[in-house]
């Protein structure tokens, strides 16, 4: 690592935006997410960044509407509904 402390003709002292050294401006790179880093703290961007993902489409090729609910009351022995347990039209109850 270089102090950056030292006269060099045309050049500057700057700050490291990671690690906070100070080196000479031909010493500095910009990385990709817009900071000022020397080249132990450049990192390149991961090349996961630049994949495109594939469309997936998850429509059915057809489809129906849904049917209409049908409640039916179960019967049970003896012609007796569960609906308050009258008899039912049509049916003989024994006894």
């Not at 401006?25 to 990709?32: F, G, M, N, S, T």
């Not at 900071?35 to 059915?60: A, G």
Request: hydrophobic content about 30%; overall charge positive; charged content about 20%.
């Amino acid at each position: 690592m270089s102090s950056g402390t030292y006269f060099l003709k045309g050049s500057w002292n700057v700050l490291c935006d990671r690690c906070g050294f100070r080196f000479k401006a031909d010493e500095i790179r910009k990385e990709w997410t817009g900071e000022l880093v020397c080249s132990k703290c450049y990192e390149t961007r991961h090349p996961q960044d630049f994949l495109r993902s594939v469309p997936d489409n998850q429509t059915v090729p057809y489809m129906r509407p849904y049917g209409q609910d049908v409640f039916v009351s179960p019967t049970y022995a003896g012609g007796l509904s569960t609906i308050n347990s009258a008899p039912i039209n049509g049916f003989l109850i024994n006894g």
